[in-house]
Every structure is written in C-alpha cells, then in structure tokens.
C-alpha cells in the first residue's frame, strides 16, 4: 500500500508563489506516475499537473502552463508542485495521487490518494 500526505498550502494574494509538498510511504512509488488534482467547492475535481517516474515527462492543465511546475525526488519518496503568478480561480482543495496507467489525467486512473492541502487565493 502508498500513504500520501500534502503539505504546503495557504492563504497568499495573487501574484504569489507557494509550493506544495507530497510525501509518500511504500515502495512502489518510484516506480509510479505521480499527479497533482484540485477541487474548489461545488466543482468537479480536475487534473493539474502530472509527472512520469523518470521525472522526464511532465503534463499540465492549460489553465496553469507557465506558472506551475511539477517535480519530484524518489530518493526522498517526495513530489512537488511549485505555483507561482497565483490567481484566485486557483483557490482549491490541492490532492496528490499515484497511478500506473498511461491516462495520466483522468482522476479514475488513480489508486491512492493524499487527504488534501488546502489552497487560498485572495484578490
């Protein structure tokens, strides 16, 4: 089994910068496509950022091209997400997961799943 656990959410004003965290117990995640998804109240929860286990291929939502970046470092067993130029529409519940499959932005496709950081743009 995977344990994933974010961190690094807030309260920023727009134009800001955070940086979330997501860090995972068990041994298959090195070996996992890791995703990051938001869901801001009465929406559907949508896909954001994802990034191969090589870390050599990376994919965004095109409301965040530019401003988000996804990395990770499998020896500390950690994934990032680095939000810069914050826009109130990013106001959501952020969620880290891991999946083994090749459809790597559809929510389904995803076993385990983190609690949540919650994630507050001001205007």
């Known amino acids: 089994q995977v344990q994933l656990v974010e961190s690094g959410g807030g309260l920023v004003q727009a134009g800001g910068s955070l940086r979330l965290s997501c860090a995972a117990s068990?041994?298959?995640?090195?070996?996992?496509?890791m995703g990051w998804f938001r869901q801001a109240p009465g929406k559907e929860r949508e896909f954001v950022a994802g990034?191969?286990?090589?870390?050599?291929?990376?994919y965004y939502q095109d409301s965040v091209k530019g401003r988000f970046t996804i990395s990770r470092d499998n020896a500390k067993n950690t994934v990032y997400l680095q939000m810069n130029s914050l826009k109130p529409e990013d106001t959501a519940v952020y969620y880290c997961?891991?999946?083994?499959?090749?459809?790597?932005?559809?929510?389904?496709?995803?076993?385990?799943w983190g609690q949540g950081t919650q994630v507050t743009v001001s205007s």
């Open positions: 990034i191969t286990r090589s870390g050599l291929n990376t």
């Open positions: 068990g041994r298959t995640f090195s070996s996992n496509t």
């Open positions: 997961a891991t999946t083994s499959s090749p459809f790597v932005r559809e929510p389904d496709q995803y076993h385990y």
